[in-house]
């Protein structure tokens, strides 16, 4: 994922969430970091919605 507007973000998770990160965007046929973010980016529609 690279453009203007991408950043490398990180963070740690303990194994059984990595693995289950992994299944779930397995079985939605995407890979890990576009399933996360697109988890990410509705997690922050619902958190900043007006």
């Known amino acids: 994922m690279s453009g203007r507007n991408s950043e490398l973000i990180g963070f740690w998770v303990t194994p059984d969430v990595k693995a289950n ?4 965007a397995q079985k ?4 890990v970091s576009t399933f996360l973010r697109i ?8 958190e900043y919605r007006d």
């Not at 939605?28 to 890979?31: I, N």
């Not at 988890?39 to 619902?46: A, K, R, V, Y």
Request: charge should be negative.
């Open 21 to 24: 990160i992994q299944e779930h």
């Open 28 to 31: 939605s046929g995407l890979s």
């Open 39 to 46: 988890l990410l980016e509705n997690w922050l529609e619902i």
